[in-house]
């Protein structure tokens, strides 16, 4: 008996079984077909419902979507729902996340969409406002999906702008150098020590060279 009482992350499945059958021999633990097959369902409808109230009982929505690649190189495509409340409470709610097994058109991003409207009872609204990025496909997708207004996404557009910013010729020319630099220091853990002790010769603070990304403006 002392043996079964371990822990229960060290207790296997049949010790486990054991265990709760000396406590309470009349309790059954439920299966894991159970929790897929009744308990999940149940509590997605639950959810769903009170999400569907939320939906009918806000005057304005707009939706946001971005299509993602997962680990297992699978595509998806998620739309997210935004309404505010009458206490003027913003409220987000992810609706959908559906495999993308076509490709990226925006023909296909459309059906995805009015999918997605008619799914939630959207459809009564009058104009649900899309926010996406700048992808051409997304401007088809939304104007296919008779969605209005799109509005582009600004974190997106600053993006683009500070990367054409970025490869001007003179900016780019500075930041190949910089960049050299830096692999060279990345590269070598006698110059990283050596560079330590200077900045602590200098009474500088201790810090490393980073490397920008090509994706992120911001580290450049």
């Known amino acids: 008996m002392a043996k079964d009482l371990r822990p229960f992350s060290v207790v296997d499945n049949s010790g486990f079984r054991r265990l ?3 406590l309470e021999p009349k309790y059954a633990i439920p299966s894991r077909p159970y929790f897929s097959r009744t308990v999940l369902p149940a509590l997605y409808q639950e959810t769903k419902a009170k999400v569907t109230q939320s ?6 929505i707009s939706i946001t979507t971005d299509g993602w690649t997962s680990r297992a190189t699978q595509s998806y495509i998620t739309v997210t729902a935004h309404v505010m409340t009458s206490e003027w409470e913003i409220k987000s ?9 076509t490709s990226h058109t925006g023909l296909n991003i459309a059906e995805v969409l009015k999918s997605a409207v008619l ?4 459809d009564n609204n009058q104009g649900i406002a899309v926010v996406t990025d700048n992808a051409r496909n997304m401007d088809v997708a939304v104007r296919e999906a008779g969605l209005s207004p799109h509005i582009k996404c ?3 557009t600053l993006n683009l702008a500070s990367k054409a910013g970025l490869n001007v010729n003179r900016a780019s020319r500075l930041l190949g150098r910089v960049r050299r630099v830096a692999a060279f220091f990345h590269r070598s853990s006698t110059a990283t020590a050596v560079l330590a002790t200077k900045q602590g010769m200098l009474n500088l603070p201790a810090h ?8 992120r403006w911001n580290s450049s």
């Open 208 to 215: 490393k060279l980073i490397m920008d990304v090509v994706t």
């Open 119 to 122: 799914e939630w009872g959207l």
């Open 55 to 60: 939906l009918k009982e806000a005057e304005c």
């Open 20 to 22: 709760v059958n000396t």
């Open 154 to 156: 600004f974190a997106h």
């Open 93 to 101: 709610f992810v609706l959908q996340t559906r495999p993308l097994f």
